[in-house]
């Protein structure tokens, strides 16, 4: 959002585009000639998240599915409407200073956490502490780079007392950044500066956030119940400042990641939300039902690990790439408007006048052959062997499965390259993929926030979440100058040279750039939010009468 989300390849639901509908303002109710009533239980709805969370610690998470759940169960500082603009959350207000360096926020003083304890500026100081602090290992602790010394505490070389952010009283915080960051609010809204309770947390210690007893909220809802690998249920917080507000009182996820199975709980009233693929899609259209898409600016590519004897090669790692047929894959699998990747940023990210993807321009073929047995030939010669061999790891989902052999058939008569597909849960894969054991892996990332760096700083050396191994120094040196960088057109000309740096080193190879397809029930009458930067948020969800 992952965004930046790791997301889950269990969601690469192949997905068609049949009714563009804004986003918070679905509604099933407009006569349609088949309409499936939904869940009976009343002012809840049940929807289907695919998979296991792997994680509730706002500072250890990594995935959209563990962000779509905390989203509806912890308030930040700031949370974004309808239309992603950034609007107050546990924030009444604040002020900025005219150098932009200085943020000061005035927290409410009515929120409370589900163990009794007031939600204070405190919490936020701990938060952030510990998503800095090396022995949480977090994979985002570089997004508190932005702090002041945030960098240098994660190194070690200061103190916490020298972090640019302090609790004036309980109900202000002062911030100060490390240089002016011009979408700092919006990245306020990301997962991972989410408040902790220190006393809750001292609690649980290791086991916080793995079930719903071993964690507080303060968010619209509370977790009341984990099945693990089954479902999770969250209901309403009656302690929530803006609870009249909220008209659900329960929300259910479910976990079915049998896209069958998915639609056919849907049909029978078990489910309210699914997501479609492509052959549903066109299932739905013949019954006159109605479907919803959004762009949900997640850019899908393979992952090459760099430290591979084979892959350390980048003509290899170019061959791979175009020797995948990305509107093929589109058209046979997943079925919708979705785009061939030719970049890597998503088409959702803003640049300098434009779209960032426009700016920069097309810098892969979608598809070339020709081009990519030339790079395999020079590969082989210059690893000197005559054959590779290489494995593919993918969620163990029907969907997955099927985008495994669509790259493992392309590969195979595209450049006479075998590689062996491994399905395994999407914690698995998670794992194998922190712990850099896997050759190659379908994964995807998402955006945390409306700036091409939320893509590329990914690549830097060292980053938690460059599971690939890559450095190059010229790369690392530029995001120094992106993120000092205050005249605009400056940044963005070094962005671009960023993004076509990545594209020519092929750390990982850019497959597609994905829209969604879903549908509701009858029963959900307006309120679904689903867009880039929120993939699913429920929380002013209306009911039909």
Not at 267 to 293: C, R, S
Not at 301 to 316: A, R
Not at 517 to 542: E, M, P, W
């Amino acid at each position: 959002m992952r965004f930046r989300k790791l997301i889950a390849a269990v969601a690469l639901l192949s997905m068609a585009m049949t009714i563009l509908a804004a986003c918070g303002k679905q509604n099933t109710s407009d006569g349609s000639k088949n309409v499936y009533p939904g869940t009976s239980e009343a002012n809840s709805i049940t929807i289907n998240i695919s998979s296991e969370p792997p994680d509730m610690f706002s500072v250890t998470m990594t995935d959209t599915t563990s962000f779509t759940v905390l989203r509806h169960i912890s308030e930040n500082l700031v949370t974004l409407d309808e239309n992603d603009n950034v609007k107050p959350g546990v924030a009444k207000d604040w002020t900025v200073s005219d150098d932009g360096l200085v943020y000061t926020f005035n927290l409410r003083d009515d929120m409370k956490w589900s163990n009794g304890e007031p939600v204070t500026a405190h919490d936020f100081v701990f938060a952030w502490t510990a998503l800095l602090t090396p022995s949480f290992a977090s994979d985002y602790a570089y997004f508190g780079y932005v702090f002041k010394n945030g960098e240098a505490y994660n190194n070690g070389e200061v103190g916490a007392e020298e972090l640019g952010f302090k609790a004036m009283s309980d109900y202000q915080l002062e911030v100060t950044l490390e240089n002016p960051t011009s979408y700092f609010l919006d990245t306020l809204a990301f997962g991972v500066f989410a408040p902790v309770n220190e006393k809750a947390y001292n609690e649980f210690g290791t086991a916080y956030g793995t079930d719903a007893d071993k964690m507080v909220y303060n968010g619209p809802f509370k977790m009341t119940s984990w099945e693990h690998e089954s479902k999770i249920v969250l209901e309403k917080n009656p302690d929530y400042y803006n609870a009249d507000q909220i008209e659900l009182d329960k929300i259910v996820m479910v976990m079915i990641n049998d896209s069958n199975a998915a639609l056919n709980s849907f049909k029978v009233g078990e489910v309210d939300m699914i997501g479609l693929n492509g052959e549903q899609v066109q299932l739905m259209k013949k019954e006159n039902y109605p479907v919803y898409t959004y762009d949900d600016g997640s850019t899908f590519y393979l992952e090459y690990n760099m430290d591979n004897k084979y892959l350390s090669n980048k003509n290899l790692r170019k061959a791979i790439t175009y020797a995948i047929d990305k509107q093929a894959f589109i058209d046979s699998i997943v079925k919708n408007s979705s785009q061939p990747a030719v970049s890597f940023t998503d088409p959702a990210i803003n640049g300098l006048n434009d779209k960032f993807y426009k700016e920069v321009g097309s810098l892969q073929p979608a598809f070339d052959t020709e081009m990519a047995r030339e790079y395999y030939n020079k590969a082989l010669e210059e690893l000197n062997v005559d054959s590779i061999s290489l494995s593919l790891i993918i969620d163990d989902s029907d969907a997955a499965v099927k985008n495994g052999a669509f790259v493992q058939e392309q590969l195979k008569v595209n450049l006479g390259l075998d590689i062996k597909i491994e399905p395994m849960p999407f914690k698995s894969r998670l794992e194998r993929m922190s712990n850099k054991d896997f050759d190659i892996v379908f994964a995807g990332w998402g955006p945390d926030y409306n700036d091409p760096l939320t893509y590329l700083d990914m690549f830097e050396t060292g980053n938690g979440n460059n599971h690939v191994s890559y450095s190059n120094p010229e790369y690392d040196e530029l995001l120094d100058k992106v993120r000092t960088e205050t005249d605009k057109e400056k940044r963005f000309e070094y962005l671009k040279q960023l993004e076509q740096i990545v594209m020519d080193d092929m750390p990982v190879g850019p497959i597609y750039w994905r829209s969604r397809d879903y549908v509701l029930s009858g029963k959900i009458a307006s309120g679904v939010i689903r867009t880039a930067f929120q993939d699913i948020n429920l929380i002013n969800v209306k009911l039909s009468k």
